[in-house]
């Protein structure tokens, strides 16, 4: 079975900082992909960034990077100059096949930035 | 069109009333979600759609009923709820083999 672990419930940031939210996870599949939502308090749910087990380099999306580390299982979303509307709850997920991709999420972190 | 439509935003609606949750694409996805989340949780699944069949139900009370009528349109139709069931339902699609998921706004339900 997969498992995805965000230990952050909360996390503050100075507006215009860096920000690092933790993610680590299980699987025995040798293919796997993780991904990055953002869902701000409007409820939708916004796919930020992908890393797939197998790729050579760290997936990177604007402001977004993801560090990957394999063999510690961590995939740590990485924000580099927050702004104040990156202020949301962020959710690490894991895809699983069943049919169709589908994700397994973590349980979120909630991210303020402050001015 | 690159976006997941759902209606409506917020539903009020008691234990005995009768009413329908709408989601549409028009992104020709094949693969259509639809998920519950609580506050402060992550999303849950509830069922899967692909190719208009469905393909995975997450044991869920047939109080909430799902339909496909067609490859752009999923409806989740709702009886006899209880207070529990309030929470944000998310409707999502995928394109054929694809990784991502593409969201709509959700609706707000409130059973009162």
């Known amino acids: 079975a997969q498992k995805i672990t965000q230990t952050q419930p909360g996390m503050f940031v100075q507006e215009k900082e860096a920000v690092t939210l933790d993610c680590t996870y299980d699987?025995?599949?040798?293919?796997?992909?993780l991904f990055w939502y953002k869902q701000p308090s409007s409820g939708e749910m916004i796919f930020l960034i992908y890393q797939g087990s197998y790729d050579q380099q760290n997936a990177t999306e604007g402001r977004y990077s993801l560090n990957f580390q394999k063999a510690r299982k961590s995939a740590n979303l990485v924000i580099s100059a927050s702004q104040l509307g990156d202020s949301a709850m962020y959710f690490c997920?894991?895809?699983?096949?069943?049919?169709?991709?589908?994700?397994?999420f973590g349980r979120g972190t909630s991210l303020i930035v402050h001015p | 069109d690159t976006e997941v439509t759902q209606t409506p935003k917020h539903l009020v609606m008691g234990m005995t009333n009768k009413k329908s949750l709408k989601c549409e694409q028009h992104?020709?996805?094949?693969?259509m979600y639809w998920y519950k989340q609580k506050a402060k949780k992550p999303p849950e699944l509830m069922f899967v759609y692909s190719y208009e069949k469905l393909s995975i139900n997450e044991s869920v009370p047939s109080r909430f009923s799902p339909e496909c009528p067609n490859s752009s349109l999923l409806n989740l139709h709702l009886h006899a709820l209880q207070p529990e069931d309030s929470a944000l339902y998310l409707c999502?699609?995928?394109?054929?083999?694809?990784?991502?998921?593409?969201f709509g706004p959700g609706t707000r339900l409130t059973v009162t």
């Open positions: 999502a699609s995928s394109p054929k083999g694809s990784y991502e998921q593409y």
């Open positions: 699987t025995s599949d040798p293919s796997y992909g």
């Open positions: 992104m020709g996805h094949r693969a």
């Open positions: 997920a894991m895809r699983e096949w069943r049919g169709s991709y589908i994700p397994t």
